[in-house]
């Protein structure tokens, strides 16, 4: 089965950074290693195509840290290995992240394709519909203006989604979106498996043949079941004065 990885920050800091979303350049190349060797590794709309596709893996950063280019980069070139990179439009230019030209410079590479990842990292749960509305487009914009090329691909901040903002992505013009475990699972919700710095190699494997995200995907929708029943339970608590519950509430 296929999976998706999600990298963020390729370096060592002496103290974790928030999240566990370091990894080190010797386990990130020989992570990359053991993807050469026993997966197959695409871009990642090739998922959206060919979904059951036995050992296909794709590989996406988020957040668009500096890191991506001056060492991610080599690493992925060395093997040949494509890249999403979904970038947050309001990090450009700051600290530690991309500057406009090293976005440009990473754009124009045949390896890379530049994505959305919102304008600013907002939780969009707890948007409005137009304040979601606007990240959607304007990181749109932006992204495409310092690229120069069309900007189609999402993935959501903190993975988070649900039904109505995947639509919500549709009628923005987005072709494809991606989550970490949240949403349906559908076109505007594919889910990813995120990597930190905690991930041997063994739990690496597990994480990229597919296995990992079986066991996740299954606790997930447990946990929602639970969350359905429990919202029922409340529902019904509430009901319980106007009359008798029946057995089919
Ligand atoms: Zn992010």
């Given amino acids: 089965m296929h999976s998706i990885l999600?990298?963020?920050?390729?370096?060592?800091?002496?103290?974790?950074?928030?999240?566990?979303?370091d990894i080190s350049p010797d386990r990130f190349e020989q992570q990359l290693h053991w993807l050469s060797r026993h997966r197959n590794v695409?871009?990642?709309e090739r998922t959206l195509l060919a979904p059951k596709q036995p050992r296909t893996t794709a590989i996406t950063f988020d957040d668009g840290f500096r890191d991506n280019l001056t060492v991610a980069l080599p690493l992925l070139e060395k093997f040949q290995f494509p890249m999403t990179l979904f970038v947050v439009a309001d990090y450009v230019g700051r600290k530690n992240y991309l500057t406009r030209d090293e976005l440009l410079e990473l754009s124009s590479h045949p390896l890379i394709t530049i994505a959305s990842h919102g304008f600013s990292h907002r939780h969009f749960n707890l948007l409005t519909a137009d304040r979601a509305r606007f990240e959607l487009i304007e990181s749109r914009l932006f992204l495409s203006t310092?690229?120069?090329?069309?900007?189609?691909?999402?993935?959501?901040?903190?993975g988070e989604c649900n039904r109505s903002l995947e639509k919500l992505a549709e009628d923005c013009g987005y072709y494809?979106?991606?989550?970490?475990?949240?949403?349906?699972?559908?076109?505007?919700?594919?889910?990813r498996v995120p990597l930190g710095r905690?991930?041997?190699?063994?739990?690496?494997?597990?994480?990229a043949n597919g296995v990992y995200a079986?066991?996740?995907?299954?606790?997930?929708r447990l946990k929602d079941d639970e969350d359905l029943e429990i919202s029922q339970a409340?529902?019904?608590?509430?009901r319980v004065p106007q009359g008798r519950l029946s057995a089919s509430e």
Avoid: C
Avoid at 176 to 191: E, H, I, M, P, Y
Avoid at 234 to 238: E, M, R
């Fill in 146 to 158: 310092i690229t120069r090329k069309e900007v189609t691909l999402l993935a959501w901040p903190f």
């Fill in 6 to 21: 999600v990298y963020h920050t390729i370096s060592s800091p002496p103290t974790p950074l928030p999240g566990d979303i």
């Fill in 176 to 191: 494809a979106a991606w989550s970490v475990w949240k949403g349906t699972n559908g076109r505007f919700s594919r889910w």
């Fill in 234 to 238: 409340q529902v019904s608590k509430h």
């Fill in 214 to 220: 079986l066991t996740k995907a299954q606790w997930h």
């Fill in 42 to 44: 695409v871009k990642l």
């Fill in 198 to 207: 905690n991930d041997n190699l063994l739990r690496f494997m597990a994480k």
